[in-house]
């Protein structure tokens, strides 16, 4: 199994992304997909969850509003679009997908905001 993250890179603050989570080797809709982050000297959090039950997708507050997670069952995929980026929304993001107590993550992607 396998979680391929994509879509990082530097943008502007204002401006937008859309990341990429590729699976292999299992099924994205079969699991709860997620998306953390994680910026240098913190701790890892949680900023988007998607249910394998296809109910309202959860959000860290200081995301709601600017970012959005979404799946496509047919690419096997999951996906953050994230709009009004700021400086603080700069981390390594990464992908984690869970069933039941097994997990797994990605490799990460990293994102900066800056101008």
């Known amino acids: 199994v396998q979680l391929v993250e994509s879509g990082g890179g530097l943008v502007q603050p204002g401006g937008s992304l859309r990341l990429s989570c590729a699976a292999s080797g299992f099924t994205v809709s079969s699991y709860a997909m997620s998306w953390y982050r994680q910026a240098p000297g913190k701790e890892r959090e949680r900023v988007a969850m998607?249910?394998?039950?296809?109910?309202?997708?959860n959000y860290v507050a200081s995301v709601q509003g600017r970012f959005t997670i979404s799946r496509d069952n047919v690419q096997n995929t999951v996906y953050l679009q994230m709009n009004k980026l700021k400086p603080e929304d700069t981390a390594v993001y990464y992908c984690?997908?869970?069933?039941?107590?097994?997990?797994?993550w990605g490799q990460g992607t990293q994102v900066t905001v800056s101008s």
């Open positions: 984690k997908a869970t069933r039941l107590t097994y997990s797994f």
């Open positions: 998607i249910t394998s039950a296809g109910g309202s997708p």
